[in-house]
T-cell receptor
Framework: KAGVTQTPRYLIKTRGQQVTLSCSPI?????VSWYQQTPGQGLQFLFE???????NKGNFPGRFSGRQFSNSRSEMNVSTLELGDSALYLC?????????????FGNGTRLTVT | GQQLNQSPQSMFIQEGEDVSMNCTSS?????WLWYKQDPGEGPVLLIA?????ELTSNGRLTAQFGITRKDSFLNISASIPSDVGIYFC?????????????FGTGTSLTVIP
């Protein structure tokens, strides 16, 4: 079974630009979450989607948005990029809304803002 | 969001030594998870614990779900160079809005051959 797939693996953008990251969850997984990982802040929760609906949202500005499609694939968008947005963005999926359904992560997209 | 208290922050050990790390929280969790992250990769699930008091092994790794449901530990026996990486604990809570996950700040492990 294929794991969580994220594209692209690396991105270099300049301040002010916008970026879209893509995530394909494990087949059958309906919940998709996004995390920002930086050396100083660890794993920070961005948002979670389930059946095309955003259910939970972390404490990030409105420049960060996402969506989920009917096939559970998800995209994350960051507008008006800032230098501080440089990070590893991780997507994770889980199968069910139950206690025994852990998160499975992709390998991330490394975003560098210059 | 909430972060768990994970310790130690970093460890430098000789190959062959045993390793122990733990996570504590002020909240009760339904599930405790342990992940390992290699440089440039995403976290990989090592062990999942579903019941208070549960002790689970995965090869040289052993983890336990604390009786109070507020803590967990991970042990690695006879460490080898490929154990190098960052280990994260995570607590999982089943809420009205679905699963919620809270992560530790990570333990960076260096194994000296």
């Amino acid at each position: 079974k294929a794991g969580v797939t994220q594209t692209p693996r690396y991105l270099i953008k300049t301040r002010g630009q916008q970026v879209t990251l893509s995530c394909s969850p494990i087949s059958g997984h309906r919940s998709v979450s996004w995390y920002q990982q930086t050396p100083g802040q660890g794993l920070q929760f961005l948002f979670e989607y389930f059946s095309e609906t955003q259910r939970n949202k972390g404490n990030f500005p409105g420049r960060f948005s996402g969506r989920q499609f009917s096939n559970s694939r998800s995209e994350m968008n960051v507008s008006t990029l800032e230098l501080g947005d440089s990070a590893l963005y991780l997507c994770a999926s889980s199968l069910l809304d139950s206690y025994n359904s852990p998160l499975h992560f992709g390998n991330g997209t490394r975003l560098t803002v210059t | 969001g909430q972060q768990l208290n994970q310790s130690p922050q970093s460890m430098f050990i000789q190959e062959g030594e045993d390793v122990s790390m733990n996570c504590t929280s002020s909240s009760i969790f339904n599930t405790w998870l342990w992940y390992k992250q290699d440089p440039g990769e995403g976290p990989v699930l090592l062990i999942a614990l579903y019941k208070a008091g549960e002790l689970t092994s995965n090869g040289r790794l052993t983890a336990q779900f604390g009786i109070t449901r507020k803590d967990s530990f991970l042990n690695i026996s006879a460490s080898i160079p490929s154990d190098v990486g960052i280990y994260f604990c995570a607590g999982q809570l089943l809420a009205n809005t679905g699963n919620q996950f809270y992560f530790g700040t990570g333990t960076s492990l260096t194994v000296i051959p």
